[in-house]
């Protein structure tokens, strides 16, 4: 199973970008999937959930209002979009493959990564 994130880049302050997560080799439309950053010197952060059916999402109240977590079984992508983007937001984005069905902001429930995108917001 791989997973390929892209869509990072620079940005100021209070724009927008939004990335995406291809999963190929593997289960895709029975698995939740989310979206997780490491902050530059900080640990992992939960981002984002979408359950397999992408009726339910969750996320942390620092992005709650300013991302979306959405998802294409049809092409086995998963997508984020980042509005309002904050300096604090600045971080390497990495895409995850859940291992069952449910939204979580566990990442130990998660069974593949992708190697992560590059997102830096200048103030």
């Known amino acids: 199973v791989q997973l390929q994130a892209s869509g990072g880049g620079l940005v100021q302050a209070g724009g927008s970008l939004r990335l995406s997560c291809l999963v190929s080799?593997?289960?895709?439309?029975?698995?939740?999937m989310a979206w997780f950053r490491r902050p530059p010197g900080k640990g992992r952060q939960f981002v984002a959930a979408?359950?397999?059916?992408?009726?339910?999402?969750d996320y942390p109240e620092s992005v709650n209002g300013r991302f979306t977590i959405s998802r294409d079984n049809a092409r086995s992508t998963v997508y984020l979009q980042m509005n309002k983007l904050e300096t604090d937001d600045t971080a390497v984005y990495y895409c995850?493959?859940?291992?069952?069905?449910?939204?979580?902001?566990?990442?130990?429930?998660?069974?593949?990564w992708g190697r992560g995108t590059l997102v830096t917001v200048s103030s």
């Open positions: 979408i359950s397999w059916s992408g009726d339910n999402a």
């Open positions: 995850a493959r859940g291992a069952g069905r449910l939204t979580t902001g566990t990442a130990e429930l998660y069974d593949y």
């Open positions: 080799g593997g289960a895709f439309s029975s698995r939740a």
